[in-house]
């Protein structure tokens, strides 16, 4: 069980986060893309901050006129927080003419118990072909499985991840970005015996 939850937080801490959201640029925002320059108009953008890793942020904005795409990458052994936390990184840290300070704020809720009867099934044994297809092909053999119903308790865990942040430059917010993804799954507290 401990080795299935440390795979389970290692899986989490190097996946990608996405989280859904708008990005409101307040002025024309100019970044860097492959040490170009490149500008953001001002303007309300559907967006998409993806956290990649522990030290990335790649931020898709898209409008009825432009799609962008702004990479903000953390210096070396930045650790972003996941759930809840403060990050705050400046211009030349960032290498962007613009620095960054935002949170992450989770948020969990459990449902009522729920006990329901599930479909299941189980390994019944192996059936295998009685004529044969000539000297070169063996039997073929197949596992039999069987459908079946158990007894489970369980409960909805919804968790909600929002993360905020503002792009300022030169002591003035130039861009604000409000995301968040939302994740439900069933957390089991009694998986009974598939019976038939």
Same mark, same amino acid.
């Given at each position: 069980?401990?080795?299935?939850?440390?795979?389970?937080?290692?899986?989490?801490?190097?996946?990608?986060?996405?989280?859904?959201?708008?990005? @409101?640029?307040?002025?024309?925002?100019?970044?860097?893309?492959?040490?170009?320059?490149?500008?953001?108009?001002a303007?309300?953008?559907?967006?998409?901050?993806?956290?990649?890793?522990? #030290?990335?942020?790649?931020?898709?904005?898209?409008?009825?006129?432009?799609?962008?795409?702004?990479?903000?990458?953390?210096?070396?052994?930045?650790i972003?927080?996941?759930?809840?936390?403060?990050?705050?990184? @400046?211009?030349?840290?960032?290498?962007?003419?613009? @620095?960054?300070?935002?949170?992450?704020?989770?948020?969990?809720?459990? @449902?009522?118990?729920?006990?329901?009867?599930?479909?299941?099934?189980?390994?019944?044994?192996?059936v295998c #072909?009685?004529?044969?297809?000539?000297?070169?092909?063996? !039997?073929?053999?197949?596992?039999?499985?069987?459908?079946?119903?158990?007894?489970?308790?369980?409960?909805?865990?919804?968790?909600?991840? !929002?993360? !905020?942040?503002?792009?300022?430059?030169?002591?003035?917010?130039?861009?604000?970005?409000?995301g968040?993804?939302?994740?439900?799954?069933?957390?089991?507290l009694?998986?009974?015996?598939?019976?038939?």
């Amino acid at each position: 069980m401990k080795l299935l939850s440390a795979l389970f937080i290692l899986a989490i801490l190097s996946g990608c986060l996405r989280l859904n959201g708008t990005m @409101s640029v307040k002025e024309h925002l100019v970044y860097k893309d492959h040490n170009r320059a490149e500008v953001v108009l001002a303007g309300e953008y559907k967006a998409r901050a993806t956290v990649k890793g522990q #030290d990335k942020i790649a931020i898709y904005l898209e409008s009825d006129y432009e799609k962008k795409q702004i990479t903000l990458k953390f210096p070396q052994g930045t650790i972003l927080p996941r759930n809840n936390g403060d990050f705050s990184v @400046s211009n030349t840290q960032l290498n962007q003419p613009f @620095s960054v300070a935002g949170k992450f704020l989770t948020e969990t809720t459990y @449902s009522d118990v729920v006990e329901a009867q599930e479909s299941c099934q189980f390994y019944e044994g192996t059936v295998c #072909d009685t004529f044969a297809y000539g000297p070169s092909y063996p !039997n073929r053999c197949r596992p039999v499985y069987v459908r079946g119903e158990r007894d489970v308790k369980f409960r909805k865990v919804t968790t909600v991840k !929002n993360l !905020n942040f503002t792009l300022t430059q030169e002591g003035q917010d130039k861009a604000a970005f409000t995301g968040k993804d939302v994740d439900e799954a069933k957390e089991y507290l009694f998986v009974g015996p598939c019976m038939l």
